[in-house]
């Protein structure tokens, strides 16, 4: 029996916040985790380089893009931690799953950002010469990222 061994394409995906639909998104960007490098050497050590430990990990923050829409929930989410009607952390933070689908749209693969809420809004560009889609996005912060499957 042979392994299908093609790559997993990467425009087929949805995006739950709190486990809802909430939008369709045109494109999800920027994950990533390091772990920080502690290097660490005594000064009797015989070799003349540090040990190397590993240190905090840090996530970098993740990018959702979409067709602007008469919807205002995205920036009513960032409105309310700017003027701190916000100020509960459950009113503020949430879980976002991210799923990768194959072909027949069958989730394949997944990732939760843990405690996730808006650091950055951008409202779209303008262009009176362009036909294009106009694009609104947010960059949200989180703590933790989770690969499920």
């Not at 916040?17 to 920080?36: H, L, M, P, Q």
């Not at 009176?128 to 690969?147: C, H």
């Given at each position: 029996?042979?392994?299908?061994?093609?790559?997993?394409?990467?425009?087929?995906?949805?995006?739950?916040?709190?486990?809802?639909?909430?939008?369709?998104?045109?494109?999800?960007?920027?994950?990533?985790?390091?772990?920080?490098?502690?290097e660490y050497r005594e000064g009797?050590?015989?070799?003349?380089?540090?040990?190397?430990?590993?240190?905090?990990?840090?996530?970098?923050?993740?990018?959702?893009?979409?067709?602007?829409?008469?919807?205002?929930?995205?920036?009513?989410?960032?409105?309310?931690?700017?003027?701190?009607?916000?100020?509960?952390?459950?009113?503020?933070?949430?879980?976002?799953?991210?799923?990768?689908?194959?072909?027949?749209?069958?989730?394949?693969?997944?990732?939760?950002?843990?405690?996730?809420?808006?650091?950055?809004?951008?409202?779209?560009?303008?262009?009176?010469?362009?036909?294009?889609?106009?694009?609104?996005?947010?960059?949200?912060?989180?703590?933790?990222?989770?690969?499920?499957?």
């Open positions: 029996m042979a392994i299908n061994s093609y790559p997993l394409k990467k425009y087929n995906y949805r995006v739950l916040i709190e486990n809802v639909d909430v939008a369709g998104f045109s494109e999800v960007s920027g994950f990533d985790a390091r772990i920080d490098v502690i009797t050590e015989r070799i003349n380089s540090p040990r190397k430990m590993p240190g905090l990990t840090k996530y970098g923050n993740v990018t959702l893009k979409w067709g602007m829409t008469a919807s205002m929930s995205f920036y009513e989410w960032v409105q309310g931690i700017s003027t701190g009607d916000l100020l509960e952390a459950e009113d503020r933070v949430q879980d976002i799953d991210i799923y990768l689908q194959d072909d027949s749209h069958a989730d394949v693969a997944s990732w939760t950002l843990i405690n996730a809420w808006p650091c950055k809004y951008t409202a779209p560009d303008f262009n009176a010469s362009s036909s294009e889609v106009s694009f609104e996005s947010i960059e949200l912060a989180f703590e933790e990222m989770r690969r499920n499957q």
